[in-house]
């Protein structure tokens, strides 16, 4: 089971690293060299995302994604609103492939500095584009979560994908019927590959 840091070991460390905020160096030429080459980068991830859910005939519903450590790779409690986020790298490319192939995405965060996640989603200018954000510190491993967004959205659990980078949200939420992914490094198209074939393979039992 994947254990966290002590939150306040953990901010200290992505504070020495600028986790928060990595284009707060180099001068404007290299930062704007730097976005556009992630630009390039995201438009072939979109390109293979797509040709990974075109081999797929069961595909989700709702894809709901965990923020921290999942969808980008800090913990936004640790960073402050005017610091400028980013994404794990394929996480944006596989985000427009799911939107472009005509599924709903949202969020189901347990950070408790709701504020701080939005305005960052905001920032990457994402955040109209999820059908539910459900961002608030629980301790029932997300289950409260996805009651609202089944509320919320009408989409029956059964036709959910999640992804997660905590095992004991991953164990709670499939007791639900959610086809629930253990996320290791972040999303990326490998991850991507893996929950749609347990999707498709959990549409096909349930079928039967």
């Not at 730097?34 to 797929?56: P, S």
């Not at 595909?59 to 709901?64: E, F, S, T």
């Not at 490094?185 to 349930?206: A, I, K």
């Amino acid at each position: 089971m994947k254990r966290r840091l002590l939150p306040r070991l953990t901010c200290l460390i992505q504070s020495k690293v600028g986790a928060c905020n990595p284009f707060s160096t180099g001068d404007m030429t290299t930062r704007k060299l730097t976005k556009d080459l992630a630009m390039e980068e995201d438009d072939k991830v979109k390109n293979e995302a797509l040709q990974i859910i075109g081999l797929h005939q069961n595909l989700p519903r709702l894809v709901v994604f965990d923020l921290d450590h999942t969808f980008w790779p800090f913990y936004c409690q640790c960073c402050y609103e005017g610091d400028e986020p980013y994404l794990y790298p394929q996480a944006r490319g596989i985000f427009f492939a799911l939107k472009d192939s005509g599924m709903n995405v949202a969020i189901a965060s347990r950070s408790p500095t709701p504020d701080i996640a939005k305005t960052f989603l905001d920032k990457l200018g994402i955040r109209s584009m999820f059908v539910a954000l459900e961002i608030f510190s629980s301790q029932t491993h997300k289950t409260d979560h996805f009651q609202r967004i089944q509320r919320s959205t009408g989409v029956p659990f059964t036709s959910m994908l999640f992804f997660d980078d905590e095992d004991r949200n991953i164990q709670a939420v499939s007791k639900m019927g959610v086809t629930s992914i253990l996320v290791g490094d972040g999303v990326n198209l490998g991850v991507l590959r893996h929950g749609l074939s347990e999707f498709s393979q959990m549409s096909g039992t349930r079928n039967h």
